[in-house]
């Protein structure tokens, strides 16, 4: 016993100094600092997640979540290189030699290992995964005001800009009291997948609101889903025209079109439209005091 122990020792020694000498003996870099098309990129990083195997044109990859505090990166390890994760479990740290970056989305770097790269696990002074992962939820959290340009995916906010145009067809509909599903509207009934039917004007079927617009701050744009808590849209009149079979769309322009709006909300990725996108927990129309209010703060 006492030999393994020494052993056990020596190889604990070996990653300490290892990860002591580190940075004199190889450029690291902070995943926030990539861009697209670098290459030979060395990094410390923990591992937030490992996927399931997955093959992908016959060849085996496994995708790893990486998070060095500074951002989250896509690791995808390929055949041969699987066996780097060997002995390598979630929170553990890594060094990650060689690496290129084919490809970064915003905030999301992807990264796959060069001919010579790899990744090894090793002893390092980044915050524990906990701790990185409270962090950004602590900026989940906090809901000041922001600019368009300054936003990153995952973090919560308040923007303040104009509504340059309106993408939803069916912003205003029904939803399923018995699965919580968009019902369609037919000849007077909700519908919905479900065999649910109900009356379109019944006072207990519940609608929501949720339109998808673009918005403006003047330092770039953003695709935003309103919701229903605002105090800018008379609900009952446009669920009345929807069931007069009225255009609400026309009608929503008409309203909405160039107006200056505060939005609360998040920040998250959108995979369609490859970009960071905004959702409301509440919406209004700015109100020039408050805006003045704010102006004197800074
Ligand atoms: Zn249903």
Same mark, same amino acid.
């Given at each position: 016993m006492p030999k393994t122990d020494s052993k056990l020792d020596d190889i604990e020694k070996t990653v300490e100094s290892k990860s002591a000498d580190l940075k004199n003996s190889i450029e690291l870099i902070n995943l926030s600092n990539i861009v697209e098309k670098m290459v030979e990129i060395n990094a410390i990083l923990r591992i937030e997640k490992i996927f399931e195997q997955k093959i992908v044109g016959k060849n085996p990859v496994v995708n790893v979540i990486v998070n060095d505090g500074t951002a989250k990166g896509l690791l995808s390890l390929w055949t041969e290189e699987i066996?780097?994760? !060997?002995?390598i479990f979630e929170g553990d740290a890594i060094l990650i030699e060689?690496?290129?970056?084919?490809?970064?989305f915003k905030d999301r770097i992807h990264l796959s290992l060069s001919k010579n790269g790899k990744v090894s696990k090793i002893e390092s002074n980044l915050p524990k995964l906990e701790e990185m992962l409270e962090n950004s939820n602590t900026k989940r959290s906090d809901f000041s005001r922001k600019l368009i340009s300054e936003l990153k995916e995952g973090i919560g906010a308040e923007i303040r800009g104009l509504i340059v145009s309106i993408h939803s067809k069916n912003p205003y509909f029904p939803v399923c009291g018995i699965c919580n599903k968009k019902m369609t509207l037919k000849k007077g009934y909700a519908i919905c997948g479900c065999g649910n039917k109900v009356?379109? !004007?019944?006072?207990?079927l519940k609608w929501l609101f949720l339109c998808n617009c673009t918005v403006d701050d003047g330092t770039k744009t953003i695709r935003a889903t309103l919701n229903n808590?605002?105090?800018?849209?008379d609900f009952k009149k446009i669920k009345k025209m929807i069931i007069d079979d009225e255009d609400i769309i026309l009608e929503l322009n008409r309203q909405l079109l160039g107006l200056d709006i505060n939005i609360s909300g998040i920040t998250f990725y959108d995979e369609y439209l490859k970009d960071i996108s905004f959702r409301s927990n509440f919406w209004n129309k700015t109100d020039p005091n408050t805006e003045f209010e704010l102006l004197n703060l800074n």
């Open positions: 066996k780097f994760l !060997e002995g060689n690496a290129n970056a084919p490809k970064k009356d379109e !004007e019944d006072d207990n808590n605002t105090k800018c849209i």
